[in-house]
């Protein structure tokens, strides 16, 4: 009786544990784009060329993620050709010192994801801390510009889904600040970064092959119940 109920006890363990230790993890290329999430091209607002190619360097996989804010001085970003006119002008002004705008993504106001620097390439944007690390700005100075609902949304769902995309872990996700001696990404935008981890807004959703449906287990734990009993009684 005693090694029919310990078959039975293994027996649930093994069917709990079955999807964490041998279910397969979505690939990177298999992770569904957010559908609320309008991503812009860099073909659709500049060219595809890299300023200075001589001085990129690829990226070899990608393990962590960075956020900043422009700190540039507070313009009206409005309409399209505003936000465009900014991005523009920030790429013009990274080409001066690297090899092209150092951010690889830009979230817009109005939560739009914009492409910066090509992915495959490293980024410009933390000293000392630019290998495998993707680098997201947020437009703005967010010491004065207060972050929109948009933006906020958009670019917390974009880490979200940076993070499910790549495996990338909680505390590989941070702010340019806490990495360096700076102000950035401003103190507006720290807090609202700050109060999203608090909450779980940053948290990646557990994939559905690793809920425990309960109803679904009981059913099962009755059945190895009544198996368990016919054993006995036989």
Known sequence: ???????????????????????????????????????????????????????????????????????????????????????????????????DIGYHYIVDPRGRIWEGRPLQYQ????????????????????????PTAEGLDGLFTFIRYLKQRYKIPAENVKTHRELAQTGCPGKLLQEELDKARKSGKLKVRVSPGFRIDIEDWIRKLETWIGEAKKLIEA
Do not use: C
């Not at 410009?124 to 510009?145: C, E, M, P, R, W």
């Open 1 to 99: 009786m005693l090694m029919v109920i310990l078959f039975a006890i293994a027996g649930l363990l093994l069917w709990i544990a079955w999807p964490v230790l041998f279910g397969t993890s979505p690939r990177p290329e298999e992770t569904k784009w957010p559908e609320n999430l309008y991503f812009i091209s860099r073909s659709e607002w500049a060219d595809q060329s890299i300023s200075h190619p001589e001085d990129i360097e690829p990226m070899s996989g990608i393990t962590r993620v960075t956020i900043h804010h422009d700190g540039m001085p507070p313009l009206p970003m409005k309409t399209e050709a505003q936000i465009k006119s900014r991005i523009v002008s920030i790429r013009k002004s990274h080409s001066k010192k690297y090899a």
């Open 123 to 146: 980024g410009a944007h933390v000293q000392g801390h630019n290998s495998n690390n993707v680098g997201i700005l947020f437009l703005g100075n967010t010491y004065k510009d207060i």
